[in-house]
């Protein structure tokens, strides 16, 4: 039997980003995109008229909190599941999420495999139907929704080390090289390349070489922006 795609729509105030993670999701398979949405009152005009099965939700939208727009929607009886997309770290606030219909958090910045992997688990989770046999089936369904242990970090990387690489080329404009990386957090040249070169083959930097000095071109990152 064939089954329909599953129906998603994303919710994020950042053009650019909303476009990665509308190509991101269009990429998996067994999902389709339905449309993109910069803001909560666009949202719901187009859960007005299309169906959806899935909301990639940003929490922080230029009319209200991401919060306000789900308390809406259960009011009005749009019935999505939502994937929370969002850089929100307060507890307090997922807990609250969870009790209206997330299903799963996505912290920014995230890579495509990390989104695939919770679109999977989610469709996994979704194929489940009919009555469960025992505690064991219902446990396996909802275990489904779990995220894995995150992957380990290559030899000799740390998770305290690649947090502060990561914020300080986020926060450079015109991205860094891994001299400057190195200065400014305080660890070898060398040590700061490892790590660039982990974010770039992570999707998370890209690298070009910066020509008009003498000798040979230095490599300079920049943030993916994803």
């Not at 398979?29 to 940003?58: E, I, K, M």
């Not at 999505?80 to 807990?95: K, N, Q, Y």
Request: overall charge positive; cysteine-free; proline content about 4%.
């Amino acid at each position: 039997m064939t089954t329909s795609a599953i129906r998603v729509l994303v919710v994020e105030d950042d053009p650019v980003a909303a476009a990665a993670h509308a190509l991101y999701a269009g990429r998996v398979p067994g999902f389709t995109v339905s449309g993109t949405v910069h803001s909560g009152a666009d949202a719901r005009r187009h859960l007005d008229h299309h169906p959806v099965d899935l909301l990639l939700l940003d929490l922080y939208l230029p009319d209200g909190h991401g919060l306000q727009l789900m308390r809406s929607l259960r009011a009005a009886g749009h019935a999505a599941d939502i994937i929370a997309v969002t850089s929100a770290r307060d507890l307090t606030m997922v807990r609250e999420g969870v009790s209206l219909g997330v299903v799963q958090y996505v912290l920014k910045p995230f890579t495509f495999a990390t989104l695939r992997d919770r679109l999977l688990r989610y469709a996994e989770f979704r194929a489940t139907a009919g009555e469960a046999s025992g505690q064991d089936e219902v446990d396996r369904a909802i275990a489904a929704l779990r995220a894995p242990r995150p992957a380990a970090l290559p030899k000799g990387l740390t998770a305290a080390t690649l947090r502060a690489v990561t914020d300080a080329l986020r926060a450079a404009d015109d991205g860094l090289s891994a001299t400057e990386a190195a200065a400014g957090v305080g660890i070898s040249r060398i040590t700061a390349r490892r790590y660039l070169e982990h974010l770039v083959e992570a999707g998370r930097a890209a690298r070009a070489p910066q020509y008009g000095q003498v000798g040979r071109p230095e490599l300079r990152y920049r943030w993916s922006g994803h």
